[in-house]
């Protein structure tokens, strides 16, 4: 996982970006790479998958899935998504932790 650093950099300059194109519109971006013969397609991105406690619209004891986890510091057990701060209790034992 980035550093907590690397994660604010990378979405401040998203941010930048994409307010300077709400201000200005598409004269104010100068891509580098043109992406020829394109398609969407969808690839894996790092979950977390656990019994949650205290989420806003999940009941106490259900197991779920968060969004796209941006940032992980098992010391300080936290874990950031793209849609909110995680207090990750006990790991599950034999499961993956990084």
């Known amino acids: 996982m980035p550093s907590a650093q690397e994660v604010i950099e990378t979405y401040r300059r998203l941010a930048d970006d994409l307010e300077t194109l709400g201000q200005v519109g598409p004269e104010s971006i100068a891509p580098l790479v043109s992406v020829m013969d394109w398609t969407y397609a969808k690839r894996t991105v790092p979950i977390i998958i656990g019994e949650v406690l205290g989420h806003p619209h999940i009941l ?5 899935a968060t969004t796209q986890v941006v ?8 874990a950031r998504t793209i849609n909110r701060w995680y207090r990750l209790g006990r790991p599950l034992i034999g499961g993956e932790t990084q």
């Open 71 to 78: 940032y992980v510091d098992e010391h300080w057990q936290l």
């Open 60 to 64: 106490d004891g259900t197991t779920a």
